[in-house]
């Protein structure tokens, strides 16, 4: 599985932004797809990326970190080969390195408990950067 992310930029405080994620080589018939964040600054021991969002494929479920709920929404494009984060009302806290996941799934019962950990998902993009600045 190849995910390439796109749309990052830096846009002042109250901005918003669309990330793209692209997805190409699925294996699996049902997947998830999640958005991760890393401030910047390296990840201090026992730390991960911050979960943002994911979406499910079979019945498109969803989820959010609650310093994001009401300002990013996640949708499925181009007939779930790319998964969008709208983000809007960004705020400098926001800054970071975006990079979409997938990991495969064989029911979402669970989802919303292993959905923000980054150890969950098997495949990465490299990540774009978006800026809000101070």
């Known amino acids: 599985v190849t995910l390439v992310e796109s749309g990052g930029d830096s846009v002042q405080p109250g901005g918003s932004l669309r990330l793209s994620c692209s997805i190409s080589g699925l294996a699996l018939d049902d997947y998830v797809i999640g958005w991760f964040r890393q401030a910047p600054g390296k990840l201090r021991e026992g730390e991960e990326r911050?979960?943002?969002?994911?979406?499910?494929?079979?019945?498109?479920?969803?989820y959010y970190a609650e310093s994001v709920k009401g300002r990013f929404a996640i949708s499925w494009g181009n007939g779930k080969s790319t998964v969008y984060l709208q983000m809007h009302t960004l705020k400098p806290e926001d800054t970071a390195v975006y990079s979409c996941?997938?990991?495969?799934?064989?029911?979402?019962?669970?989802?919303?408990?292993?959905?923000?950990?980054?150890?969950?998902?098997?495949?990465w993009g490299q990540g774009t950067q978006v800026t809000v600045p101070s």
């Open positions: 996941a997938h990991t495969g799934i064989t029911t979402t019962g669970g989802l919303d408990e292993f959905w923000a950990h980054a150890v969950s998902y098997d495949f």
């Open positions: 911050e979960g943002v969002a994911c979406i499910s494929s079979p019945d498109g479920v969803t």
